[in-house]
């Protein structure tokens, strides 16, 4: 690939390109506040993002509650995607709840959204269930998955 991309932890001068990269990705996007509030006030949320020559160009999020892991989201840039960035991301992401000590890590997916759940699939997880009408846009249900860490 010969590109090198970094990690860190989000920080709140990164919300302005957060914000950018979710409303690229998601039909409803979160808000800046929200985004704010789990940058700089939830204590159990970790934000972590993957740069291009110092540009953030993705992020994930989790939830470290006790000893789970929670991907509230993640999306890397459309002109970025294809390249296994969110492979890469979510490496990292589950390296930090390891290190934080989670012992299992559970996110959802839509159930249309095949590429993603065979990412997860790739990297361990499995299917755990169903959440009826989880989805606000448009009321698909969600693919829960869970893996042990």
């Keep these: 690939m010969g ?14 390109d957060i914000l950018g990269i979710e409303q690229a990705s998601f039909t ?16 159990f949320a970790y934000y972590l993002v993957i740069e291009d020559s110092f540009q953030p160009i993705g992020y994930c999020g989790i939830w470290l509650v006790m000893d789970e892991a929670h991907v509230t989201n993640i999306a890397i840039l459309p002109s970025y995607r294809g390249r296994r960035l969110g492979e890469m991301l979510m ?8 290190t934080q000590g989670a012992r299992t890590m559970t996110l959802e997916a839509r159930v249309s959204n ?8 790739k ?19 969600a693919l829960v998955m869970w893996v042990e860490l």
């Design 3 to 16: 590109e090198a991309y970094t990690f860190r932890l989000a920080k709140v001068s990164d919300i302005d």
């Design 28 to 43: 409803v996007p979160w808000s800046r506040e929200a985004f704010y509030r789990e940058i700089v006030e939830n204590q």
């Design 91 to 98: 490496r990292e992401a589950i390296k930090l709840a390891r």
């Design 114 to 121: 095949h590429v993603a759940q065979n990412l997860y699939k």
């Design 123 to 141: 990297l361990g997880f499995e299917a755990g269930g169903i959440r009826k009408n989880y989805y606000s846009d448009n009321g698909e249900d």
